[in-house]
């Protein structure tokens, strides 16, 4: 059985500070596939990167990093010069095995003030 | 293009009644995905479909959830007698159909059961 864990329910900065976010995940599986989602309060969930299980490089988009450790089972997530905008929850999914449906983890609420 | 929409946005049902979700998926996408949102927690796996072909429905929660897509293209979630557990957000996915292809969400429907 597949299984993510976001530990961190709600984290609260203050504008400009960086942020990260946890995830651990469990799996059976040699391959598989990592997600990050954001999900706005208008409630659709926004993809933000896919990473695959043989490919463990950091990778920068912007303000977004993320951080793959097969060694540790996490695929952390950190926002640069947090903005406003930036406030939403973020999930992180797993997909793998003989379908192709995401696992979620719990989500992490994140909330940027001024 | 045009992304994956759903309709409708927002449902409220009594107890007992029957309720149908549709979802459009992205043009061209193959394959089909219904998630459930309980409030507070992360999107659960219900069912998946290539092209018209229900290939997973081990996420259905009872009998009472049926899914279906018939020409391959829209698709239709019914749930039949409905119950107050079955509040929830009903959120939709579609990708290109290979296992190693991102899925997009749709902005989801909100069900309430009275």
């Known amino acids: 059985a597949q299984k993510v864990t976001q530990a961190q329910t709600e984290i609260s900065v203050v504008e400009k500070e960086d942020v990260t976010l946890d995830c651990v995940y469990e799996?059976?599986?040699?391959?598989?596939?990592l997600f990050w989602y954001k999900q706005p309060p208008s409630g659709e969930l926004v993809f933000l990167i896919r990473?695959?299980?043989?490919?463990?490089q950091n990778e920068i988009s912007g303000r977004y990093s993320w951080n793959f450790q097969k060694s540790t089972s996490s695929f952390n997530f950190t926002i640069t010069a947090s903005q406003v905008v930036d406030s939403a929850v973020y999930f992180c999914?797993?997909?793998?095995?003989?379908?192709?449906?995401?696992?979620f983890g719990g989500g992490t609420r994140l909330m940027v003030k001024p | 293009g045009a992304g994956v929409s759903q309709s409708p946005r927002y449902k409220v049902a009594k107890r007992g009644q029957d309720v149908a979700l549709r979802c459009d998926p992205i043009?061209?996408?193959?394959?089909l995905f219904w998630y459930q949102q309980a409030l507070g927690q992360g999107p659960e796996f219900l069912t998946y479909?290539?092209?018209?072909?229900?290939?997973?429905k081990s996420g259905l929660p009872s009998d009472r959830f049926f899914a279906e897509r018939p020409e391959g293209s829209v698709s239709t979630l019914k749930i039949q007698r409905t119950q107050q557990e079955d509040s929830a957000v009903y959120l939709c996915?579609?990708?290109?159909?290979?296992?190693?292809?991102?899925?997009?969400f749709g902005p989801g429907t909100r069900l309430t059961v009275l």
């Open positions: 990473r695959n299980s043989f490919d463990e």
């Open positions: 999914a797993l997909s793998g095995g003989a379908g192709n449906m995401l696992t």
């Open positions: 996915a579609s990708s290109l159909g290979r296992r190693t292809d991102t899925q997009y």
């Open positions: 799996t059976r599986d040699t391959t598989y596939y």
């Open positions: 043009s061209g996408h193959v394959s």
């Open positions: 479909f290539q092209n018209e072909a229900q290939l997973d």
